[in-house]
């Protein structure tokens, strides 16, 4: 999601005729994309702002956007006093407003729901992986989260509107969509004829446009996993065989403390449905160790759960009280030191199923896609259909942005391969 607003931003900006520097002493503008879900991260913007306010020309203007924008709100200005603008997630298209008012301060953290969709000026050219968001905000109160307050409510954006970012994509460069939202596969659109549209609808609409050949979507909620979009798993051919569908901790004690869906037969039986229309298909998820209450009993659960799914590329994360969540003032906080423990636990275990799912793609043959070429400059770096990295050596020709290729060797972090000439 902020790599899509930050794209968003740049792009605004240049309609204004401005370029990009990595030089923060160069810049006119410095603009901080900032996420608030965990407080380290909170706590790096601070340290970022104190490091720019330092390096930055005097006239340069500078501020944040997102999350920590929203949380902090005038405060920060409080805190870092030089700061020229604090816009929230959705009041970013203001951005305009402080480049024309240099002497003013810029504070706007308003819910403004899908305004800014409708101010910010159209991409002209797009990444081969275009994010195009369906929906703001999330109506699901999970305790920990501090989304539902940074981004609000959940609205979904009209059919046709999503249609048309995605059209405009595949016009400018796309190949692969990411349909985005906190709560994507709940999207729910009813038109004025009473018609309505699903994230199932979204992806039939995207994969006519023959320039798309890859499509994914994140991040998922278990029990919005609807039969509709179960079955297009087994008819859409570009859906990646992948999914992102977080479940967070194995315990149902601790789900139930979360405020999240805590009947794992359910969520099995949702991965037995999609194995059964799509059988090479892998789950990923995301991970929270020492919430509120959690013993050793309920954390094993977590690690039971982990190996039973066998999840790839997932995330794990310390849980981190924040500000206007029920589970920052729930009793039983849990130290650091245990949760850091837990946490390397469940790393390992997470680890050594990607390992073993690295290791058992190789001799496979592979459509990816090409993201980079790696630091060296001497190899390209492709994204396979289940999201892993593939290196192969760059080849003296030109190469088209998805090839085919032959997975050689694997590790717990990548997979290295070969291009497969094409006859
Ligand atoms: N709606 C998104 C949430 C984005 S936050 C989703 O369902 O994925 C991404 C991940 O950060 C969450 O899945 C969760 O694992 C983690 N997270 C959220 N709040 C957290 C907190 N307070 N402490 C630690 N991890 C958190």
Do not use: W
Not at 6 to 25: F, P, S, Y
Not at 31 to 54: D, P, W
Not at 208 to 221: D, V
């Amino acid at each position: 999601m902020n790599v899509y607003d930050g794209q968003r931003i740049a792009a605004m900006l240049k309609t204004r005729g401005m370029v990009e520097t990595d030089n923060v002493a160069d810049a006119d503008l410095i603009i901080l994309n900032t996420c608030a879900v965990r407080e380290k991260a909170t706590n790096k913007v601070y340290s970022a702002l104190g490091r720019i306010r330092r390096a930055k020309k005097e006239s340069a203007l500078f501020g944040i956007v997102g999350c920590v924008a929203r949380e902090s709100g005038a405060d920060a200005f409080k805190r870092i006093p030089e700061l020229n603008f604090v816009l929230g997630p959705q009041s970013y298209h203001k951005l305009p407003e402080i480049i024309d008012n240099p002497d003013t301060k810029l504070l706007n953290i308003d819910l403004g729901g899908l305004e800014k969709f409708d101010e910010l000026p159209q991409m002209t050219q797009t990444p081969l992986v275009a994010y195009i968001p369906v929906q703001e905000g999330c109506n699901h109160c999970c305790t920990y989260c501090i989304v539902p307050y940074t981004r609000g409510r959940e609205i979904s954006r009209p059919f046709n509107d999503v249609i048309n970012d995605t059209i405009n994509a595949a016009n400018t460069g796309a190949i692969e969509i990411c349909f985005l939202g906190q709560n994507v596969n709940g999207y729910q659109y009813i038109d004025e004829n009473g018609t309505t549209y699903r994230l199932s609808d979204l992806i039939r609409a995207a994969a006519q446009l023959p320039e798309i050949q890859r499509i994914r979507f994140t991040s998922s909620y278990p029990t919005e996993m609807t039969d509709d979009l179960i079955e297009i798993f087994g008819t859409e051919k570009k859906l990646l065989p992948f999914l992102n569908m977080p479940i967070q901790s194995g315990s149902p004690r601790i789900l139930k403390l979360m405020n999240r869906p805590d009947d794992l037969n359910a969520y099995k039986t949702i991965v037995e449905k999609l194995k059964r229309v799509r059988p090479d298909i892998q789950i990923s998820s995301d991970f929270i160790v020492g919430f509120p209450d959690e013993t050793d009993e309920d954390f094993a659960e977590t690690l039971r759960i982990a190996r039973e799914i066998k999840y790839i590329n997932s995330y794990s994360f310390k849980y981190s009280p924040r500000p206007h969540t029920a589970a920052a003032l729930m009793k039983n906080q849990i130290s650091e030191q245990i949760k850091s423990v837990r946490l390397q636990k469940l790393d390992a275990q997470l680890n050594e199923n990607q390992r073993e799912f690295n290791m058992s793609c190789i001799g496979a043959e592979m459509l990816c896609l090409y993201e980079s070429a790696d630091k060296t400059g001497k190899n390209l770096v492709f994204r396979t259909p289940y999201m892993q990295q593939c290196i192969v050596a760059k080849p003296d020709q030109k190469i088209a942005s998805m090839q085919k290729i032959k997975i050689i060797d694997a590790n717990k972090s990548c997979l290295h391969g070969e291009i497969i000439k094409s006859e």
